[in-house]
Structures are given as C-alpha cells and as structure tokens.
C-alpha cells in the first residue's frame, strides 16, 4: 500500500504528463484519494464513485479525470501500469478491454509516442 504524500502525488503527475504528451491527450485531472472522487460533482464521476474504491484506476472519459487508487496500488510498478491503462482508456475511448487493449498498455509503457487524438465532431463544442 502506498501512501498520498506530496512527493507521490507530483511523481505521478509527471508521469501522467509524460504519458499524455506520448499518447497525444490532454493532460487529464488526476484524483488519487477516494475521498477526492466523492468531492467531485455526481455527474461527473456517475456510475463509479461509491465504488471507484474496489478499482486500481478508473476513467471519467467524458470528463477527462482520471482515478488512481494509490491506496490499493502495491507497487510502483502497478502504479506505473495502471496510469497507462488509464491514459490507454482516455486515448482510445471506445477500445474496451482485449488483447488490443492490453498491446496498446505495453507499447505505453515502452515509450512509444501515438498520433494525437481527433475528437469525433459530436463531441467538439
Ligand atoms: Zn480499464
């Protein structure tokens, strides 16, 4: 279990900007607490707030947010592959789990840099 202390939570940051800047995104808001995630509006984190605690990470794509659950992370590793898992999820919002999925979360990791993403029209406002 790793602790929510400031030098944790500006690593991770870092991270999250590195991997946004290789995987073409906007950098999304990151909440590493579940009592963050209930501070959030409902409409926001629907559909996973109450349970976001049972989860590594969890996508609010529409939102552009990001959990990751630090209190059940073990590891840096974990914590490493899971930020990518996340950003994999907010890069190609509907690319579910599978063995594509799973390419694109080692490729992450492995540096690779990926086109940026082009918002379908329906979503631009
Ligand atoms: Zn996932």
């Known amino acids: 279990m ?27 808001k990151v909440l590493l607490t579940t ?41 840096d590793k974990t914590l490493e592959n899971t930020i990518v898992h ?3 999820h907010m890069r190609f919002p509907y690319l579910s789990h599978g063995k594509r999925f799973n390419r694109l979360v080692r490729q992450g990791l492995a540096g690779k840099n990926f086109k940026p993403y082009r918002k379908r029209a329906k979503n631009l406002t």
């Open 86 to 88: 996340e950003l994999v």
């Open 2 to 28: 790793m602790r929510v202390d400031s030098d944790l939570r500006l690593g991770i940051l870092e991270k999250v900007g590195i991997y946004s800047c290789r995987f073409g995104i906007q950098e999304p």
């Open 35 to 75: 009592k963050e995630v209930l501070e959030m509006p409902k409409a926001i984190t629907q559909g996973r707030r109450t349970s976001a605690y049972k989860y590594l990470g969890v996508s609010y794509m529409q939102h552009n947010l990001v959990f990751i659950n630090i209190r059940k992370i073990p590891d």
